[in-house]
């Protein structure tokens, strides 16, 4: 029952730091996404994965990186964390095709940059 | 490129009463569907319906109900019988058909605070 699993849940980081966070989905799901929340502008795509090996940017990539080596693992690097970076991200999948195909999200991980 | 609208930030409904909560969209797709999502303070994002561009009847889960109006481009979310528990935040989202690609991203709206009294 695990469904979207996100590690760590919460994180600290000081300006310049890097880290990634962890995304895994037990249900074969193809796509994988990236999100992240912030106060009055809803979820907005950072990244997204069609598949193991593709990737391609959202809406606000800048200062992310993902990569996509298996199905079930969808990482996202920070390389270089900013103050702008704060936030709730949540990582998402889904069955491919199928305009109602039901996107599940992870607990998400929320991350304040120092 | 698509837009979600949901134009009250907070709502507030006595429980056991109904309350309708706005999503206005603009897409130039034919093909689409829309989503409502709830989150708890606890954080975590919930599916609660779902509602395609084609489907002639509005859907409906349990409490939810999902009035359509395709030509105002309207999907707006009525919860019937509120209870406690419904205090939560409530994204609505919407899927076109990918203009060509093979993703069809997930849209979301500014989400709604509501917040159920005793």
């Known amino acids: 029952n695990a469904g979207v699993t996100q590690t760590p849940k919460f994180q600290v980081l000081k300006t310049g730091q890097s880290m990634t966070l962890q995304c895994a989905q037990d249900m074969n799901h193809e796509y994988m996404s990236w999100y992240r929340q912030d106060p009055g502008m809803g979820l907005r795509l950072i990244h997204y994965s069609v598949g193991a090996g593709i990737t391609d940017q959202g809406e606000v990539p800048n200062g992310y990186n993902v990569s996509r080596s298996t199905t079930e693992d969808f990482p996202l690097r920070l390389l270089s964390a900013a103050p702008s970076q704060t936030s709730v991200y949540f990582c998402?999948?889904?069955?491919?095709?199928?305009?109602?195909?039901?996107?599940?999200f992870g607990a998400g991980t929320r991350l304040s940059v120092l | 490129a698509q837009k979600i609208t949901q134009t009250q930030p907070g709502m507030f409904v006595q429980e056991k009463e109904a309350v309708t909560l706005d999503c206005t969209y603009d897409?130039?797709?034919?093909?689409?569907?829309l989503f409502w999502y709830k989150q708890p303070s606890s954080g975590e994002m919930i599916f609660l319906i779902y509602q395609g561009s084609y489907d002639e009847q509005n859907a409906t889960e349990g409490r939810y109900s999902l009035n359509f109006q395709k030509a105002r481009k309207s999907a707006n979310l009525v919860i019937s019988a509120s209870q406690l528990g419904d205090s939560a935040m409530y994204f609505c989202?919407?899927?076109?058909?990918?203009?060509?690609?093979?993703?069809?991203?997930?849209?979301f709206g500014q989400g709604t605070i509501l917040t159920v009294h005793p």
């Open positions: 998402a999948s889904r069955e491919r095709g199928g305009l109602g195909n039901i996107q599940y």
């Open positions: 989202a919407m899927r076109a058909s990918a203009g060509g690609t093979s993703y069809g991203k997930l849209t």
């Open positions: 897409t130039s797709d034919q093909s689409y569907g």
